[in-house]
């Protein structure tokens, strides 16, 4: 069971990324993922999610329309695009697994590596 996080990088305040999650082991599409990010001094925040069941999102208020959480079953992949980035959107971001969606990092039984977002103003 693995997940691998990859596409993080540097960008300017108002520029876009888009963060990819490959997940191997078990049946992609069984399970919800969900993309948390951590700040320096800070703790784990919840950030979006894709819910297994009903194929609905959930995001936290603070990207609301300016992040995009997608899947791809084919690949294994899921994805979140990042538009508008903000210097407070830097932080290490991190894929992650589990049977249910849920804000709360406890609901999640697989991690990915993460990796580092750094937004300049």
């Known amino acids: 069971v693995q997940l691998q996080a990859s596409g993080g990088g540097l960008v300017q305040a108002g520029g876009s990324l888009r963060l990819s999650c490959a997940a191997s082991g078990r049946t992609f599409s069984s399970y919800s993922m969900a993309w948390f990010r951590q700040a320096p001094g800070k703790e784990r925040e919840f950030v979006a999610a894709?819910?297994?069941?009903?194929?609905?999102?959930y995001y936290a208020d603070s990207v609301k329309g300016r992040f995009t959480i997608s899947r791809d079953s084919a690949a294994n992949t899921v994805y979140l695009q990042m538009n508008s980035l903000k210097p407070e959107d830097t932080a290490i971001y991190s894929c992650?697994?589990?049977?249910?969606?849920?804000?709360?990092?406890?609901?999640?039984?697989?991690w990915g590596q993460g990796t580092l977002v750094t937004v300049s103003s």
């Open positions: 894709s819910s297994r069941s009903e194929g609905s999102t």
């Open positions: 992650a697994r589990g049977s249910q969606w849920a804000a709360q990092p406890d609901a999640y039984v697989d």
